[in-house]
């Protein structure tokens, strides 16, 4: 029998914790949020406001999201790359936000692959945030994912 098997894992500060335990949660959401922005990416959406490319990637916010897994996860000083990754995101979402209107109505995602596969990403950043909000030590990581969760979604009204 291998060590994973008793349902059992390590968490960086080798503790050995169930799989259930809360940051091994956190940790494999944020591992399904990248993974969603993978195949969002995949589908080659719009990455371009205004004749310009965005000053993010979608590539840029999964490396961002492998520092935020290892935060969650419980490893110490990830803090300030992910801030200033922030900046980076928060700039991303003026830009998007001054040239798009806002909807009135629901959004029903499926207007398009790309559209679709950018929603989807977006949910998958939601549940990783309710997981993270509760365990200590990840302010950053909780304002970085919200705000990834935005430009998510803004990036889908691009993409409609």
Request: charged letters at 20%; proline letters at 6%.
């Amino acid at each position: 029998m291998r060590q994973g098997d008793a349902a059992f894992t390590d968490l960086p500060a080798s503790r050995h914790v169930p799989k259930h335990h809360p940051r091994i949660m956190a940790a494999g959401a944020v591992d399904e949020a990248s993974s969603a922005i993978g195949f969002a990416r995949s589908q080659r959406p719009i990455e371009k406001c205004g004749g310009r490319k965005l000053p993010l990637s979608l590539r840029e916010a999964q490396r961002c999201l492998v520092l935020i897994g290892a935060q969650a996860a419980g490893v110490k000083g990830m803090g300030p790359a992910i801030l200033a990754e922030q900046v980076v995101l928060e700039k991303a979402c003026e830009t998007l936000q001054a040239r798009i209107s806002m909807p009135k109505e629901f959004i029903i995602p499926g207007e398009n692959p790309q559209e679709a596969a950018l929603h989807l990403a977006r949910t998958a950043c939601r549940r990783a945030e309710t997981l993270i909000s509760p365990l200590s030590g990840c302010a950053e990581s909780k304002l970085y994912i919200n705000r990834l969760s935005k430009y998510l979604f803004l990036l889908a009204l691009l993409n409609r």
